[in-house]
């Protein structure tokens, strides 16, 4: 019922860099008509021009949802192009990091239903997870809505406060950047050991992306597949005496991670 109301009153979507652009990939793939969507984007990508979307046209008077895909430091050149959609008809769903959804209450005014959304960039290859929190004025049906328009990048996961942001950012927001520096480590660590850059690079990319499909596919919790993988006084556990220390290992070093990261979401929102 709520992507009817897509389908017939029209999306509006600002900003199509990479993440605009995946989810709209994503949507035309599902079987939203190209002739639902309208996109603002002062500099349209070539694939963008050839997707049959109204491109920097005018926008229809009531659409179903806007959706803010811009940078935040863009957002003020950006919102009040759309700021009189504002006042109850029309969802305003953000993907735009540490923009508060009281702030979009100011533009918009406080009738208008708002929908903060955290994705992450594995979104890109449609392997992201979202985070959704609303405001009271956003419906059941207007939750569901921005569910399935975000699941067409991965995952979705609904959040009782909007306070969780900050912690959602520093986990799974910033945490890919950690992944891949874990990646970079366990190459260079290979390539100490004797490896040729190029395989000890390949091995490592491969590791942690075969381990985290494991992880999500298989019915075990991680903390049993990395017991199944681990023989007694044999080289997993060697190097997990290591890792797992509570003092000097992955433990403190993660929680000390995801908290620095958390806290500087807390202080970019509060100013």
């Known amino acids: 019922m709520a992507m009817q109301d897509v389908r017939d009153r029209g999306l509006v979507l600002l ?19 190209a002739a639902s969507v309208w996109v603002i ?33 863009m957002m003020g050149d950006a919102l009040p192009q759309i ?10 769903l953000s993907i735009a990091a540490g923009t508060t959804i009281a702030h979009f209450e100011e533009i918009f005014g406080q009738d208008t239903p708002v929908i903060r959304a955290m994705p992450n ?9 979202t985070a959704i929190v609303g405001n009271p004025r956003s419906s059941a049906d207007q939750m569901d809505m921005a569910e399935t328009l975000l699941s067409a990048v991965g995952q979705v996961v609904r959040l009782e406060s ?14 890919p950047a950690y992944v891949f520096h874990m990646i970079e480590c366990m190459a260079k660590a290979g390539e100490a050991e004797g490896l040729d850059p190029e395989l000890a690079m390949a091995l490592a ?5 075969g381990a985290g499909a494991l992880a999500e596919q298989s019915g075990e919790a991680p903390a049993q ?11 997993t556990q060697a190097g997990l005496e290591v890792l797992m220390d509570e003092e000097t290992g992955l433990p403190p070093l993660i929680r000390r991670t995801v908290g620095a990261a958390a806290n500087r979401s807390r202080e970019l929102r509060n100013g």
């Open 83 to 92: 700021a009189a959609m504002g006042g109850g008809g029309t969802l305003v």
């Open 205 to 209: 990319k491969a590791t942690v992306a």
């Open 225 to 235: 597949l990395r017991r199944n993988v681990t023989s007694p006084n044999g080289t």
């Open 121 to 129: 960039t594995p979104a890109a290859v449609g392997r992201g997870i």
């Open 15 to 33: 900003g199509c860099g990479k993440m605009g652009s995946a989810m709209l990939e994503g949507w035309l793939k599902d079987g939203l008509p």
């Open 162 to 175: 909007e306070e969780q942001m900050d912690a959602v950012t520093g986990l799974s927001g910033s945490g």
């Open 41 to 73: 984007d002062p500099k349209p990508s070539d694939w963008l021009q050839a997707q049959g979307v109204y491109l920097n046209a005018e926008l229809p008077a009531d659409p179903a949802i806007v959706l803010i895909a811009v940078k935040p430091q």
